[in-house]
């Protein structure tokens, strides 16, 4: 489903990411852990075609998408939800739904994909002609899901979806993921909630100052010694 083999990443002169390799399949959570700083976020804008690796090849569905826009990377099945959730504040719940379709053949399902969106989200269905804006944190994440849903990808890729989000909406969130797995979406997910992440996830990947430095299934990396010290707290 996602393939990324050896990639080097600059921010202009600056390297960030040194000879990635990661892989997501078909039906899996993949969980990407590290410190802040680790180079999570570039990996998956990386992904999403908003940075260009040096070195190396970004494989969706088996076809290199290292040249190509972000807006067909989305066309392709690969939706990103960033973190922070960066909604427009002054449109509409519904406006900021619409611009998930707004791509490629998404557009014509808009109306079929809006009452999926608001099953899911029974919230935004009330707050639908509310300013994204004026929404609680765990209002405006659902928004920022619901946004990437929209363009009915295969995978979705998540940044730091629990961020700034009370523990029982972070658990609310958490479910969702698991249960839109279930209908068939792949996910890759960066999360500093090391234990929810692996909780949820088939496998995982570890990064330090831009590497990969550990990986495992979920069960393996959260026995692993070196995780449960500086991650999970144990």
């Not at 002169?13 to 997501?24: E, P």
């Not at 998540?158 to 996910?187: C, H, M, W, Y």
């Not at 929810?196 to 990396?221: D, F, N, P």
Request: charged residues 25%.
């Amino acid at each position: 489903m996602l393939d990324v083999q050896n990639i080097d990443v600059c921010y202009g002169d600056v390297q960030v990411l040194h000879q990635v390799s990661l892989t997501v399949k078909k039906g899996e959570i993949v969980a990407l852990l590290g410190s802040n700083g680790a180079g999570k976020t570039t990996t998956l804008k990386t992904i999403s075609g908003l940075l260009r690796p040096m070195t190396g090849t970004v494989n969706v569905h088996h076809q290199d998408i290292r040249r190509v826009r972000p807006s067909s990377i989305i066309c392709m099945g690969v939706a990103h939800v960033p973190e922070g959730r960066h909604l427009f504040s002054e449109m509409t719940v519904e406006e900021n739904l619409l611009m998930g379709a707004f791509e490629g053949k998404s557009w014509g399902k808009r109306k079929e994909r809006l009452p999926y969106i608001y099953e899911m989200f029974p919230r935004l269905a009330e707050r639908k002609k509310q300013e994204a804006g004026t929404l609680s944190g765990g209002e405006q994440q659902m928004v920022a899901i619901g946004r990437a849903l929209m363009s009915q990808p295969d995978v979705l890729m998540l940044d730091e979806p629990s961020l700034g989000l009370a523990p029982k909406i972070v658990e609310s969130i958490f479910e969702l993921l698991q249960d839109l797995n279930r209908q068939g979406i792949t996910i890759l997910l960066v999360e500093q909630n090391a234990h929810l992440a692996l909780e949820i996830s088939h496998r995982g990947y570890v990064m330090e100052t831009g590497k990969i430095v550990l990986q495992g299934s979920g069960e393996e990396l959260k026995n692993n010694d070196y995780i449960k010290k500086a991650y999970l707290g144990i």
